[in-house]
Structure formats: C-alpha cells, structure tokens
C-alpha cells in the first residue's frame, strides 16, 4: 500500500520514470510472493520435502546438458503420483542423472513430454524450481514436441551435423558459443576456459548477442542500408538468436542485456541507456523474480552495465587509431571483463591475469563464428550447404582455443584471491583504477601495445605472498571440497596424496611451493573430490608411480598413466616407498565388495573405507592420511596397522573425510597427533567439518587448523616443535 501511494504522489509529481519503477516494484513484489507459494508452498513440495518415489509426468524444456559427473535438465511438471497423492501443476522442475540414466537423459527431445520414475527432493530455498528429481527410469514418450520445439532441434541438431567434420574442439565450441550445447565440452577445455576468462562464452550472454549483431549491422550497413532497414536487421538477429537459443530464462536475459549493450556501443540508439539498463532488469526480475538470486543474472547485469559505462569511452579512445569497428570489438569484452571481475573473483577466489587480454583478443572473433553458426544452424534442411559455414564457424573459433590454449599454460595464468568482503573490495577498486588508466592509455596506438606486453608480462611472475610457504615438510592444499596434501621430499620434488576436485587449485598450490616433479602420487580412492585434478596433474608432474586403493581403476586414469609412461597399482599394506626425504607407509587398503569404480563425488560409504590409509613423512615429520574412510575402514586400519607393526602415532592427523560426524574415537586416539587437520570447502553443504569431530579432536589434546576457514595450511617441524603457516595469515 505505501509503494502504491508513493507511485501516485511521484506520478501526480510528473516524475513518470520514478511512478514507473516504484509501481514495477511493487507487482514484482506481488508477482514473486505469488510464484513462490506456487512453488515452495504446493502439494508438490509436501511430496519434495519427504523424498518421495513416484511417478512424474514432464514436459522437457531444453536439451539437458551434462555437468560434473552428472546430466541436468529443465522440466516443466505436469503431474505427479507418490505415495496415494496426485498433484497436478505447471511448476518448473530440474532433473538430474548420471551414468547409463544420465546417457538416457542426453537422448531425450526437447519439448516432448515422458513419464519417468523419480525421487521427488526439495530444492535450494533459493531454486527457482519447485522440486529436484533424481531420475530412476525413463517409462517412455507421451507427446512430441510442438512445431515451434521441433523447428528449434531441428536447427540445432543441424548446427552439430554442420561441425561433425572439423577438427573436435572446434566441433565442440561452435555449438556451445552459438546455443550454448556444451555436450561435447571436455573437462580440459572447460578448465581452460575458466582459467582464461572465457566460460562466458560456452553459454548464452548478452555478451555473444552483442558481438553477433555487431557484426550483422556493420554487413548490412556495409551494403548501404540505413534507418529501418538497420533496425530491422537487429530485430531479426535478435528473433533468430531467441527461437534458435529456446525459450529459457537465460535466453530471454541474454537478449534483453545484448539490445541494451548494443545501443550503448552505439550500433543502435545509444541514448539513456543507463534508462534503458534499469527498465530491462526490472522487467526481467518482473518476468521471473528467481533472477534476482542468479549468478548468472548478476554477471549479465554487471556486464551489461560495464559495456553501458564504459564500452563508450573506450570505443573513442581506440577510434583516435584503430578503425571503429576493430575499436567497439575490442571496447565490448574489455569493458565486460573489468565490470564482471570483482563477481568471478568472490565466486572463484582468483584473479584471471589473461582474463582481460584474451576476452579482449577473443572478442573480434566472437562475432564471426556466432553468425556463421546460426546460418549453418538455419539452413539445416539443407545439409550439404549448411556445411560450408560450419566449417568456417569452427576456424573463426580456433583463435579462441588457441589463446585458451596458451593462457592456460602460463605460469601465472590466474592468481589466487582472497574472495572475502576485503578481497572483491579491493579487486573491485583495481578494476576501476585499471579503467581509468585504460581510457587514457588507449588512446595512443604505443599505449595498446604496451596494455597488452604488461598482462603477458604478468602472466608470467606470480605474486609471492609474504610469509608463505617458509619452512614446510607438509602443506594441506586449499582445494574447496576435497583433499590435496603434498609431502616435501626435497630439491624441489613431492610426494602428493589426493589431487582435489579440481585440477587449478591443487597445481596453483604446487606451484606455491615451487614443486617441480612428482614422483609419487597417491590417489586414496576414487571419488572425485579426491581425484578430479589427478589427470592434469600426471599429465604436467609425468610421475613415477600412482598409488591407489585396492580393486579395478577405472579407464581414465589407467589411459592418464600410460600416456605419462608411470606405474599404476594397488597399494599393499606393510610396504614403504622412498622418495628423497620423504616416504609413503601403506597401512590399509581393501577392495568394496562387488562395488563398481564409482563416478561422483557422493557420500557412499563402501567406497569411503576402501580408500587406501598410510602414513607420509617428511624428514622427521609424520602425518596420518586416511582419505575418507568412515568407522569401518578406520577399524580395518587399526587391525592392519597392529597386524603389520605399523605404528599409527604421528605428529599430524589429516581428519578423514574431511572431518565428518563419521569417526571411530580409537583411530583418532591413536594418532597421538598435536595437531589435527579439516581439509574441508568453504560453507559445504555436508556440514564438514562437524562439530563432533573437531570437539573429539580437541578433547585428546589436538589444536585444530581448517583450509575453509584459514586456507592452505603449512606444517614444519623443528627442534621437537611445530610450526604452522596458513595462507590466509
């Protein structure tokens, strides 16, 4: 009531955009209140909320795609029957699957409607869809999809067939940057992309839009066209981009945000488009409200307000020298990149060093390739001609690759970040700094040249944090939700138990400590918060031997360890391998009874206890490793231990599973440690490390150190004393 009479004394006022707002204001509050009881308040969330197993009937509305070590997918439900109940309601839904279920999800139409059998499980509070389902079968197809669904595969199927024969990552790019289809991204230039700053451009954004209908307009002007003719090409584009991308939230923010950045380059009229910036978010935040708790929303937004902001003043800074059109290809990713920085770096706790420049050198290219994919893409009735820009829209996107390719490599690529409040505050008023130096610099064609020779320079020296690593035997990497522990056997080897989730982290600790070679590496067991990073890490460390629990490999890792030319086997209870100043006591290792090499992360117990448990050193320093073993595998490690003559007292205890509720008191206790160690993420939906461990912990004389709270933690031993460093001070 009090916004409503706020927007009728603004109106009466004639301050119309201010009645317009406060009145957009208010129907979202009320339209957000209405869709959240739709969603979180039905009788599908009674079924959610009990993780319920029943009968789903949905409407696919996208093409899942594949995630880590899992598909997902966009629904919308029909109806449900659990548990005596039906419900009927149109409410978004997301579906998850992995392994053969998760094949069988890939293979489903956008657009069609099956039924399947899955568990019901309530969302995050802040999910916009009213319900995961975990998918259990696929009982069949009820309807097809409409004609306007079966047009849009059509497109996009036609745009896969029109790459199928260029080489595979560019097979693989094409799609992803054009519809944003990343089925054929692998894990390595995925991480490529990350460390480069270029993930934005294997998904939808306004971004791509922007640099697409660029290039169109400048063709059509080219050609001498003006006024509508102009503006009806970027309708146009824009229609194509929409119908061929699918109805989705994203597609429709990315459209909104690319038409707003556009004019403000001044490819269309770009006055008041700060104006034009807030109407577009406030009617996307009106359309669906969930956007306001987006990532994705707030990284569109702030990108979308760099290019407003500052896409402008660069492009008349680049036009004293360069051609305009080379000057707002460059001005747009420039801008995007300073204003999205602080966001990705509270996000991923690092400082891409080549971000700027390869968006920058990405950007011209950016265009080109995302045209020559929607022309493949529409002419797939005919595919004999949709496979000549097809081809061409795979080499516009090798620079791409090429320079994710390169910035990867080097050295520093990307710095590590704090991500807390004090950290995004300063990285936010570098990147200010950064673009007032750059539109005064800029201006001169010397001046580009030396923007670019500094960030390569830099992508070659990493900071040095003061302090760190100092004298270390043993460091806990801070990895997130994992474990990565690293054993100082000397001159500049190590001996590294676990590779963490990710390959990044784990190498950027490595390089910390300035290790150059790994000759043993020991993989606990297979989840992958335990061995994500494993195969980059044997492809750039080639050790001599990688350890691993008891039972089958699985394929992967056995092809990363023939490629590295190393030794893979079983660890063997009673054995030390010496490397340097450092050894590997195996003390248990067993194989999960009838267990398949498991492909998640997960909680499963049978593979937590077989994780192979052993104890490292490092000169004089001893640290008990059990992996994620749980009561049972620590007992069987207690029998093998008393069994082998293995004396389990150390000075450090790694807390298995990353300090879960799940100990054996008699384990822990026979470590004898002073100091135990939670190798655990940041605000980590498991709870890790809980309270009962860390109090069990304390309660037998144990200090307590935390990578999520105190990041990477350093541990030195001299004269009979430890010594602990963390990198966060």
């Known amino acids: 009531m009090g916004l409503a009479l706020l927007a009728v004394v603004a109106l009466r006022a004639r301050h119309l955009w201010t009645a317009m707002v406060i009145a957009t204001f208010s129907v979202t509050l009320v339209m957000s209140g209405l869709q959240s009881w739709q969603r979180h308040a ?20 996208a093409e899942p795609q594949p995630a880590e070590r899992v598909v997902v997918g966009r629904a919308e439900l029909v109806w449900a029957e659990a548990r005596q ?141 003006r006024g509508w003719a102009v503006r009806a090409a970027a309708v146009g584009g824009v229609a194509a981009f929409v119908l061929i991308c699918g109805q989705e939230p994203s597609v429709h923010r990315a459209a909104a945000m690319g038409l707003v950045a556009l004019a403000a380059v001044g490819v269309g009229a770009g006055r008041r488009t700060v104006r034009s910036l807030c109407v577009a978010v406030l009617g996307l935040v009106w359309l669906d409200p969930w956007m306001a708790r987006s990532i994705g929303f707030a990284l569109s937004v702030a990108a979308c307000a760099g290019i407003v902001l500052l896409g402008p003043l660069f492009v008349s800074a680049l036009s004293r020298w360069a051609p305009r059109w080379a000057a707002e ?72 690759l090429w320079l994710a390719e390169l910035g990867a490599v080097l050295p520093a690529a990307s710095w590590a970040w704090s991500g807390s409040a004090a950290g995004v505050v300063l990285v936010t008023i570098g990147s200010a700094a950064l673009a007032v130096v750059l539109l005064w610099v800029l201006r001169f064609r010397w001046g580009g ?43 500049g080897a190590a001996v590294v138990v676990d590779a963490g989730p990710e390959p990044a982290p784990t190498i950027a600790c490595l390089e910390s400590l300035h290790v150059r070679s790994v000759p043993l590496l020991v993989l606990t067991h297979y989840h992958s918060d335990h061995v994500g990073g494993a195969e980059e890490l044997i492809r750039r460390y080639q050790p001599s031997t990688v350890l691993v629990r008891a039972g089958e490999a699985p394929p992967w890792l056995a092809e990363a360890a023939g490629r590295a030319g190393a030794e893979l086997r079983s660890a063997v209870p009673g054995e030390r391998i010496e490397v340097g100043s450092a050894a590997w006591r195996s003390v248990s290792a067993w194989e999960p ?49 008393e069994e082998h003559a293995i004396d389990l007292a150390v000075h450090v205890l790694k807390l298995p599973h990353h300090g879960s509720s799940r100990q054996d008191p008699r384990f822990i206790a026979a470590s004898r440690a002073a100091l135990a ?6 605000g980590n939906s498991y709870g890790h490390p809980s309270v009962s461990a860390l109090d069990l912990a304390r ?18 031993l001299g004269d009979g004393q430890l010594g602990v460093r963390t990198s966060r001070g």
């Open 85 to 225: 109940t039906r419900v009927e309601a149109r409410v978004p839904v997301v579906i998850l699957a992995s392994g053969g279920l998760g094949e069988e999800l890939l293979g489903l139409t956008a657009g069609a409607t099956y039924d399947v059998r899955a568990r019901i499980a309530a969302p995050e509070a802040d999910d916009a869809a009213a319900a995961v389902l975990s998918l259990r079968e696929v009982r069949g197809g009820v309807a097809g999809p409409n004609v306007v669904d079966s047009a849009v595969n059509a497109m996009r199927q036609g745009l896969r067939d029109a790459v199928a024969h260029s080489p595979p990552r560019q097979a693989a790019l094409v799609p992803s940057l054009v519809v944003g289809d990343t089925s054929a991204v692998d894990a390595t230039m995925r991480e490529q992309f990350q460390v480069t700053a270029l993930t934005h451009l294997m998904a939808v954004s306004g971004a791509n839009l922007t640099l697409m209908l660029g290039v169109v307009l400048a063709a059509v002007r080219g050609l001498g066209l």
């Open 593 to 641: 009874a009838g267990a398949a090499v498991p492909e998640g992360e997960g909680e499963g117990s049978a593979e937590n206890d077989a994780s192979v448990v052993g104890v490292g050193s490092s000169g004089a320093l001893c640290v008990l490793l059990a992996g994620d073993t749980e009561p049972a595998g620590q007992a069987v490690a207690l029998r093998a231990a």
């Open 42 to 61: 039905s009788p599908l969330s009674e079924l959610a909320e009990s993780g319920a197993v029943g009968t789903v009937r949905l409407r696919l509305l």
């Open 329 to 400: 290809a460059l001005a747009v990713p420039l801008a995007a990149q300073l204003a999205t920085q602080p966001i990705i770096t509270w996000l991923s706790e690092s400082v891409s060093v080549v971000g700027v420049l390869t968006n920058v050198l990405a950007g011209p290219f950016v265009g080109p390739t995302t045209v020559l994919g929607f022309a493949a893409a529409l002419l797939c009735p005919l595919p004999w001609l949709a496979a000549g820009p097809g081809w061409l829209a795979g080499w516009c996107a090798q620079p791409i």
């Open 699 to 716: 309660s037998l004389g144990m200090q307590v150190v935390r990578t999520d709270n105190q990041g990477a933690i350093a541990v030195s």
């Open 449 to 491: 040249v030396g923007f670019v020779g500094l960030f390569v320079a830099l992508a070659f020296v990493r900071p040095v944090q003061v302090g760190w690593p100092g004298p270390w035997e043993a460091v806990f990497c801070d990895v997130g939700q994992g474990d990565a522990t690293v054993l100082n056997a000397g001159g």
């Open 677 to 682: 160690v939670a190798s655990a993420g940041e």
